[in-house]
């Protein structure tokens, strides 16, 4: 396996010297970049009252973290472009990933096993059409074709990728690779947004984009089981609808945007208080899925430029919270906000300096259902003593070379883990690796 990753190395590097070759031609015509990120996070051990199955482990724990991702596209007839990134991933989250809402690692999100293994992230076709002389120039990047694009267009996209692809795409809080690494300031925390174990989803996105805004909406599949990887071909039953209005503007001369979420999940899910009057003596939320139950609720994203090198940051969500969480991480309420300031004044403008807030909170029949000693997928402590999950997390990212390699030392702080005053609270040390051409 390890000479596997080598050979594919070796290959992204030669392909990524051909993409910078293109990154001076106008409209490209085929695009190829790589990433590779590695988090390897420490936390000492830490006091709790009781531990569950479903609980971050209180002793001393070390786990790292590897995804490396190769990102093709191609320009096909007019407005037509094609996507295709293969990726591995493997290693562990601490407690395999277990025991705290807002976990400290997001790219364990795509680890499914120790052993690095290779999979298909995206595979995608996106149709636009456009109109008016206005005009953006797109630079090149992972999954975009380097070129002019009208202000005015209307996309449609349909395939396998993340729905983190196309929203809630906040400007300093939004990918664990190069920004804050905690889930929930990834995206809104309480959208439980359609993915399998690795983060992707099959589905279709249509975008209309105008000058200053942005409307999307995307209906896409369902697993079967909460946080699995097959997909429900029920289809009919079994799906999600998402819509994004994007807002941007100025103020005082720097830019800012405001988004609006709305979802809905329907599929065979489970539902807490039937749980809990079912069965209390042998809850198991499992036990209770059916059709025609669904999930909904809100967010609101913006981000906001201060000045040239600082900008903040502020999110909030909530669902519905009845039935069981099915794909992302068990947030019914989050609240997060935050900054991020560019090192201008230290003479390393590439380099970044970032701190956020993040508190998470859980539905009544969901706190319930876990105080009576019931489990969801990724947290349960056989008993609940609830409280608001409160967590900081403070990085600096250094450009250590040639805004290709960045190393960035991170320290989160985690109280009430688990949403449960009777453990930690915990403190977990990460330093990153990342690499992208």
């Given at each position: 396996?390890?000479?596997?990753?080598?050979?594919?190395?070796?290959?992204?590097f030669?392909?990524?010297?051909?993409?910078?070759?293109?990154?001076?031609?106008?409209?490209?015509?085929?695009?190829?970049?790589?990433?590779?990120?590695?988090?390897?996070?420490?936390?000492?051990?830490?006091?709790?009252?009781?531990?569950?199955?479903?609980?971050?482990?209180?002793?001393?724990?070390?786990q790292?973290?590897?995804?490396?991702t190769?990102?093709?596209?191609?320009?096909?007839?007019?407005?037509?472009?094609?996507?295709?990134?293969?990726?591995?991933?493997?290693?562990?989250?601490?407690?395999?990933?277990?025991?705290?809402?807002?976990?400290p690692?997001?790219?364990?999100?795509?680890?499914?096993?120790?052993?690095?293994?290779?999979?298909?992230?995206?595979?995608?076709?996106?149709?636009?059409f456009?109109?008016?002389?206005?005009k953006?120039?797109?630079?090149?990047?992972a999954?975009?074709l380097g070129?002019?694009?009208?202000?005015?267009?209307?996309?449609?996209?349909?395939?396998?990728?993340?729905?983190?692809?196309?929203f809630?795409?906040?400007?300093?809080?939004?990918?664990?690779?190069?920004?804050?690494?905690?889930?929930?300031?990834?995206?809104?925390?309480?959208?439980?947004?359609?993915a399998?174990?690795?983060?992707?989803?099959?589905?279709g996105?249509?975008?209309?984009?105008?000058p200053?805004?942005?409307?999307?909406?995307?209906?896409?599949?369902?697993?079967?089981?909460?946080?699995?990887?097959?997909?429900?071909?029920?289809?009919?039953?079994?799906?999600?609808?998402?819509?994004?209005?994007?807002?941007?503007?100025?103020?005082?001369?720097?830019?800012?945007?405001?988004?609006?979420?709305?979802?809905?999940?329907?599929?065979?899910?489970?539902?807490?208080?039937?749980?809990?009057?079912?069965?209390?003596?042998?809850?198991?939320?499992?036990?209770?899925?059916?059709?025609?139950?669904?999930?909904?609720?809100?967010?609101?994203?913006a981000?906001?430029?201060?000045?040239?090198?600082?900008?903040?940051?502020?999110?909030?969500?909530?669902?519905?919270?009845?039935?069981?969480?099915?794909?992302?991480?068990?947030?019914?309420?989050?609240?997060?906000?935050?900054?991020?300031?560019?090192?201008?004044?230290?003479?390393?403008?590439d380099?970044?300096?970032?701190?956020?807030?993040?508190g998470?909170?859980?539905?009544?029949?969901?706190?319930?259902?876990?105080?009576?000693?019931?489990?969801?997928?990724?947290?349960?402590?056989?008993?609940?003593?609830?409280?608001p999950?409160?967590?900081?997390?403070?990085?600096?990212?250094?450009?250590?070379?040639?805004?290709?390699?960045?190393?960035?030392?991170?320290?989160?702080?985690?109280?009430?883990p688990?949403?449960?005053?009777?453990?930690?609270?915990?403190?977990v040390?990460?330093?990153?690796?990342?690499?992208?051409?």
């Amino acid at each position: 396996m390890k000479k596997h990753i080598l050979v594919l190395f070796a290959l992204f590097f030669v392909l990524g010297e051909t993409s910078r070759a293109q990154d001076s031609v106008k409209q490209e015509r085929f695009s190829f970049h790589f990433q590779q990120t590695i988090i390897t996070q420490y936390k000492p051990s830490f006091s709790a009252n009781y531990s569950g199955l479903n609980s971050l482990s209180t002793g001393e724990e070390t786990q790292s973290s590897l995804t490396s991702t190769f990102f093709g596209g191609a320009r096909l007839w007019k407005g037509a472009e094609a996507y295709f990134n293969p990726e591995i991933s493997g290693g562990s989250g601490l407690s395999k990933t277990l025991g705290v809402a807002g976990f400290p690692n997001g790219e364990t999100f795509r680890v499914g096993a120790a052993e690095p293994k290779i999979y298909i992230a995206r595979l995608y076709l996106k149709q636009n059409f456009e109109w008016g002389a206005e005009k953006d120039t797109l630079q090149p990047d992972a999954n975009v074709l380097g070129g002019l694009r009208s202000k005015r267009y209307f996309s449609l996209t349909a395939g396998k990728f993340g729905m983190a692809d196309f929203f809630d795409r906040n400007e300093f809080s939004h990918d664990p690779r190069t920004q804050f690494m905690n889930w929930a300031l990834m995206d809104n925390g309480a959208w439980d947004y359609p993915a399998n174990t690795r983060g992707y989803t099959i589905g279709g996105v249509a975008e209309l984009g105008q000058p200053s805004w942005t409307l999307r909406f995307a209906f896409t599949m369902v697993v079967t089981q909460a946080n699995s990887s097959t997909w429900d071909a029920k289809i009919g039953k079994a799906n999600t609808q998402t819509l994004e209005f994007e807002k941007r503007y100025t103020l005082d001369g720097q830019k800012g945007t405001v988004r609006l979420l709305a979802f809905r999940n329907n599929g065979k899910f489970g539902n807490y208080n039937s749980a809990i009057a079912e069965n209390p003596a042998a809850l198991n939320v499992d036990t209770t899925q059916l059709y025609g139950r669904h999930k909904y609720g809100f967010g609101v994203s913006a981000d906001q430029y201060l000045s040239n090198d600082f900008g903040v940051f502020a999110k909030a969500s909530w669902n519905d919270g009845h039935t069981q969480t099915w794909f992302f991480t068990e947030i019914d309420r989050s609240l997060t906000f935050g900054g991020v300031l560019k090192g201008v004044s230290w003479k390393r403008s590439d380099d970044e300096l970032g701190l956020a807030f993040i508190g998470n909170g859980l539905s009544g029949p969901h706190k319930n259902y876990l105080a009576a000693g019931g489990y969801g997928f990724l947290i349960g402590d056989g008993k609940l003593n609830y409280a608001p999950e409160v967590i900081a997390e403070l990085y600096y990212k250094l450009n250590a070379y040639q805004q290709k390699f960045f190393i960035t030392p991170d320290y989160q702080f985690i109280l009430n883990p688990g949403y449960n005053k009777d453990r930690g609270p915990v403190n977990v040390f990460s330093i990153r690796a990342h690499v992208e051409f």
